[in-house]
């Protein structure tokens, strides 16, 4: 006599299996996206620290903070830099994240900024 082996899966092993892939993509991707937007932030943070030191380069060098320049882009490009409020004696930076890679505007590591005291805004993101 000829026995049948039965092959393959049966529906009921292949649903659970897509259930358990489910289940742990469902908790993988959040935590996943917050650390991408955690790496992304401190792209922002390198930046603006890199930016305070050539400035302070360049006041120690003219004896003011004017017409210092500074890179416009973060080194990984996901953060825009700006030098705001700028006189012989301060300066403030402000780095404000890409559309589409950092956090959306209003969340609140968005923008970044950091002054000629060391002043770092917002608390949350540093």
């Not at 935590?31 to 380069?57: I, M, P």
């Not at 300066?91 to 950092?102: E, I, P």
Request: hydrophobic share 35%; aromatic share 8%; net charge negative.
């Amino acid at each position: 006599m000829n026995q049948h082996t039965p092959r393959g899966f049966t529906l009921i092993e292949v649903m659970i299996t897509v259930a358990i892939i489910g289940i742990l993509a469902a908790i993988a991707y959040p935590s996943y996206t917050r650390y991408v937007e955690r790496t992304q932030v401190s792209d922002g943070k390198v930046a603006l620290s890199e930016a305070a030191q050539r400035l302070e380069r360049c006041y120690t060098s003219t004896l003011t903070y004017e017409d210092c320049n500074i890179a416009e882009e973060s080194p990984e490009g996901f953060y825009t830099l700006a030098v705001e409020e700028v006189d012989a004696s301060s300066y403030t930076l402000t780095a404000t994240g890409a559309d589409g890679r950092v956090a959306a505007e209003g969340a609140e590591c968005h923008s970044l900024t950091l002054d000629h005291q060391g002043t770092r805004t917002p608390e949350a993101c540093w």
